[in-house]
């Protein structure tokens, strides 16, 4: 089946660790994005990337970081520097207009 | 500045209609989303308007009115399943390569018995 995975679903981690969340899509999507959802709050783009070895920021890039270096893969790395890192972190990819979701990663950071 | 508006709850009965509103006030207008977000879930896409007027899916119909920069969207003979949130995302003009979305906080959809 085609889609859209993120693991793992639930994550832990102590204050002051880097955590890296992994997103995979075997749908042949050129464009993928990170998103960040906060209770009671829209989703926030963190960064994008329309290709391959090429990203761009979105608007709350600080304190994480992405790498895309195959077209299947698209990790986000929540680093020490990111002052509120407990979230729930949601993948995308995009089909000509429309983006699609992967399940997403719930983090909390103690 | 960017600015999408949704009410944030709304309660309605099983069997009955509600209409969602969304306003937005934004620096160009290329596309408007809608999705559809139980709890804990991934968000799933539910319809998309990018000229003025209705589209039907079903028991979900979108609205959009740019000059007014307004949409709804409209659930019919609601069920209990359709309890969940409403996203309702904006692509603005100069970002159709990059598909970038703008989205309102959402609006929680509890459907009693």
């Known amino acids: 089946d085609g889609g859209i995975t993120q693991s793992p679903k639930y994550l832990f981690r102590k204050e002051g660790q880097n955590v890296t969340l992994s997103c995979e899509q075997n749908?042949?999507?050129?464009?993928m994005y990170w998103y960040r959802q906060d209770p009671g709050q829209g989703l926030r783009l963190i960064y994008y990337?329309?290709?391959?070895?090429?990203?761009q920021k979105g608007d709350i890039a600080e304190g994480y970081s992405v790498s895309r270096e195959k077209k299947e893969s698209f990790p986000l790395t929540v680093t020490s520097a990111q002052k509120n890192p407990t979230a729930f972190y949601l993948c995308?990819?995009?089909?000509?207009?429309?983006?699609?979701f992967g399940p997403g990663t719930r983090l909390t950071v103690l | 500045g960017q600015n999408i508006d949704q009410p944030t709850e709304m309660t309605a009965t099983e069997g009955a209609i509600v209409q969602i509103n969304c306003t937005y006030q934004?620096?160009?207008?290329?596309?408007l989303f809608w999705y559809q977000q139980h709890a804990g879930e991934a968000p799933t896409f539910l319809s998309y308007?990018?000229?003025?007027g209705l589209e039907e899916k079903g028991r979900f119909s979108s609205f959009l009115s740019r000059s007014k920069g307004y949409s709804y969207l409209l659930l019919k003979e609601l069920q209990m399943k359709d309890s969940a949130s409403y996203l309702c995302a904006v692509r603005v003009e100069g970002s159709s390569n990059t598909g970038k979305l703008i989205f309102g906080q959402g609006t929680t959809l509890q459907v009693k018995p």
């Open positions: 934004t620096s160009g207008f290329n596309g």
């Open positions: 990337s329309q290709i391959v070895n090429d990203f």
């Open positions: 308007n990018v000229l003025d």
């Open positions: 995308a990819s995009r089909k000509r207009d429309t983006q699609y």
């Open positions: 749908l042949n999507h050129d464009a």
